[in-house]
Structures are given as structure tokens and as C-alpha cells.
DNA sequence: TAGAGGATTGAT
DNA sequence: TCAATCCTCTAC
């Protein structure tokens, strides 16, 4: 069951964060249909520095941010990577969920082609990789979680046992990349490095 | 308008 | 540890 737009509401981004583990992003392109269980998640708020929208900035590369929840926000990073997020809070109030990892489920076939290669471990094992195994680019920033080419459904997996850490990759953000606001399934054998 | 650097990855 | 590689932001 496709989650509803009032899930992505929630003034805490870290609890949407965290209960999106366990749930399926799905897909839909030319191409096929792909699917897979979130494992791994990190939150992002304009209240900490290693937010793309810390204190309120905003660009055309992050406006998205600032929308109301339930949109997704991508860029490409690094001239190599795309990275999926989901926007959170409520219209003005920047935050996301950065999808790190996921368990394939569906489609999977058209995943190891996106990817070049014909195993199924580690390749959604990551940000730039899921984006690119999902079939995400830049186009889809701004895209509706609730459009009929991209969502995000609960499949009554129910709470999962949760690891909690520290973000990756913004050690400029000082204190703030302390914070332990990545959130992952106990265990998980498809989590990222 | 030029220059620096980034919410990463995979190979060395 | 480092290069790939390009878009965005900042400063001039």
C-alpha cells in the first residue's frame, strides 16, 4: 500500500528517517519496473550545516528542498552520481531523507543491466548506485512521490530493529556530522560500505 | 565569468 | 589514497 502524503509531513525528519526502513521504493520507466526495500537511510535538515539548505540557503539546485513533502529531490554530484532523496516537513521547512541503500526486490534484471553486470549483490548498495540501478537522473527532481512513475509503498514488513550512526561524507559540517542521523536495518547484509 | 569543491565510487 | 568528471555556488 502506497504511503500517504500526510507521511511526509512529519516535523521530525528523523523519524520519517527511520520508519522508512523496511519500505519499497518503486519505479516505472520505458524500461520495466524496479523495486527495492529500503535499508539504509541519513536525514538532512536546514537547522545543521551539512544540509544542502543549511540556515534557509536556497538555489535552484536545492529549491525542491523547500517544497511540501512527499517530492523527491535529486542532483548528480561529483560529475559521476545521482543521489535520491525524499523531501520532508511542510512547505518552506527544508528537510530530506537521503535513500542510501536498498534490498532488491523486483526488476531486477533491468538493474544489473542499468549497472553493467550480472550479479545482485552490492548493487544498490549505495547512493550514486541505487539512483543509477532504479533508473533515477536529474529528471526526476521534484517528482511526486505520489505519480504513477515513482513511489514509495508499505508492505507490512513492520518495525524493523534499527542501527543508528553517523552521516557519511560531510565532515565539513563540524559538530553537526556527529550527529547520529543515519539510520540503517540491524544486520542487513545490504547495507552500504 | 572563472575557479573550487562536493550527501560517491571503484580501482590502485 | 586517488582520479573521474560536471554541476553548482561563491567571489571577483
Known sequence: MRLKPSFYLNPDVTVVARDLLGKVLVTKTPEGKTTG??????AYSFRERGCHAYQNRKSARNSVMFDTGGVCYVYFIY??????N??????GLAEAVLIRALEPLEGIDL???????????RI???PGKLAKAMG??????GVSLQSPVLWIEDRGIG???VTKSRRIGIDYAGRDANKLWRFSIKGNEWVSR
Do not use: A, C, L, Y
Open 79 to 84: 560529475g559521476v552520481h545521482h543521489m535520491f
Open 159 to 161: 518495525p524493523v530493529p
Open 124 to 126: 544498490t548498495s549505495g
Open 136 to 141: 533515477i537522473d536529474r529528471e526526476w527532481n
Open 111 to 121: 538493474m544489473q543491466s542499468r549497472m553493467g553486470v550480472d550479479t545482485i549483490k
Open 37 to 42: 526495500m529500503i535499508v539504509e537511510t541519513e
Open 86 to 91: 525524499v523531501v520532508t516537513n511542510t512547505h
